[in-house]
C-alpha cells in the first residue's frame, strides 16, 4: 500500500527553495523548536487548529456548532482553548470569514505526484524540481523515500531541506534519491544551540560530514538572528566549514523575519522574540559583506 504523509502546504512555483521553479511539499514534524522558526505550525506531527485572528469579526457562529467549548468570547475578545479540539473541523465549515482552517493534512503519495507533475514543464524549462521541506521531511521517511523515487522515476529533480537531526541511517538510505541536499546551520557552539532549538548539534555535524563524503551536491542554509546568530563567532564558523567542504555547492544566509510570532498566536502556543523585527535588506547586505570579507565567496542570500 502507499505511504501517506501528514502534509501541511504544497507550494507551487516556488523559487527559494532549491535551483529553478519547483514545488515544495511541506511536511509536518520537527524534532526542533528554533526560537526564530517562521514555520511553527510544522513543529507538531499532528494536524491542528489554526485560528486567522485578522479575519474574525466575532459573529459566534464557530461557538454555535463547537461541541468541546473551545471558542469563548470574553470582553470583546475572541480566545480558544485549542487543547481542548478534536479537529472535527465544523467550526471551520461554519465560519464565513475564513478565520479557522486545520493545518496539516493526510495525503498519499498519489495527491501529492499529481500536484507535482502538473508544473512538469517548468521544472524542465528552469531547472527545478520537488523539493521535500517541512518541519523535518526525514521523520516521515517511508513516505519520503517513496515520493522522491517516484520523481526520480518521472524524471523529476529533488531536493531535500534537512535540519540534520535526522537518523544517520535514514539519511544515507534517502541520498541515493536526492540531488541536492540543503543542509541547515544554525549555530555553531553545541550548548547554545540547544537553548536556541532545543537540541545539541554534535550528531547534525557528523550527519553533515556523513551527507558531505557521498559527495551530494549541499547546499548550507544558516539562519542568521540579530542578536543570536549575527556574531563574528558564528559567521567564521561559516566559514571554517566552506574551507572544511570546498565542494559546497552554495552557501545561503536566510534573515530573520518575524513571520513565525502571529503564527505561534494563531495555533496557540507562546511568542518568541516578539520584539525583534525582520531584517532589513541593508543588514542583510552588512551580514553578507562580512561573510565575503572572511573568504566566504560563495555565500549569498537565500
Ligand atoms: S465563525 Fe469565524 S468570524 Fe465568526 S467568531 Fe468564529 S472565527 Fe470569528
Ligand atoms: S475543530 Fe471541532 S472541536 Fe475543534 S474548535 Fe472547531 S468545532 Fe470545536
Not at 180 to 189: A, E, H, M, Q, V
Not at 249 to 261: M, R, S, T, V
Amino acid at each position: 500500500m502507499s505511504e501517506t504523509a501528514i502534509v501541511f502546504d504544497i507550494q507551487r512555483a516556488s523559487i527559494h527553495d532549491g535551483p529553478g521553479i519547483r514545488t515544495t511539499v511541506f511536511l509536518k514534524g520537527c524534532l526542533l523548536d528554533c526560537l526564530w522558526c517562521h514555520n511553527p505550525e510544522a513543529v507538531s506531527a499532528k494536524p491542528q487548529l489554526f485560528f486567522h485572528f485578522d479575519k474574525c469579526t466575532q459573529c459566534g457562529d464557530c461557538a454555535k456548532v463547537c461541541e468541546e467549548d473551545v471558542h469563548h468570547f470574553i470582553d470583546g475578545k475572541h480566545t480558544i482553548d485549542f487543547e481542548k479540539c478534536s479537529l472535527c473541523g465544523k467550526c471551520v465549515e461554519a465560519c464565513n470569514y475564513n478565520a479557522l482552517k486545520i493545518i496539516g493534512k493526510e495525503l498519499s503519495i498519489d495527491e501529492v505526484m499529481r500536484e507535482v507533475m502538473a508544473d512538469f514543464d517548468f521544472y524542465s524549462n528552469s531547472g527545478g524540481g520537488i523539493t521535500l521541506s517541512g518541519g523535518e521531511p526525514l521523520l516521515q521517511f517511508s513516505f519520503s523515500m517513496e515520493l522522491l523515487q517516484r520523481c526520480k522515476e518521472m524524471g523529476v529533480s529533488t531536493c531535500v531541506e534537512t535540519s540534520g537531526y535526522v537518523s544517520e541511517v535514514h539519511l544515507w538510505e534517502i541520498l541515493p534519491v536526492v540531488d541536492i541536499l540543503l543542509f541547515d546551520y544554525k549555530i555553531s557552539r553545541s550548548d547554545e544551540h540547544r537553548n536556541y532549538t532545543g537540541v545539541p548539534n554534535d550528531s547534525i555535524l557528523r550527519n553533515l560530514d556523513i551527507a558531505y563524503d557521498t559527495g551530494i551536491p549541499i547546499i548550507l542554509r544558516c539562519p542568521v538572528v540579530p542578536g543570536i546568530s549575527d556574531t563574528e563567532h558564528h559567521f567564521k564558523s561559516i566559514r571554517a566549514l566552506d574551507e572544511k567542504y570546498p565542494n559546497l555547492k552554495g552557501i545561503e544566509i536566510l534573515p530573520y523575519h518575524n513571520i513565525g510570532n502571529n503564527k505561534r498566536t494563531s495555533i496557540g502556543t507562546h511568542e518568541t522574540l516578539a520584539d525583534l523585527n525582520s531584517t532589513s535588506p541593508e543588514v542583510a547586505a552588512q551580514w553578507l559583506e562580512q561573510l565575503k570579507e572572511l573568504g566566504c565567496v560563495k555565500a549569498r542570500i537565500g
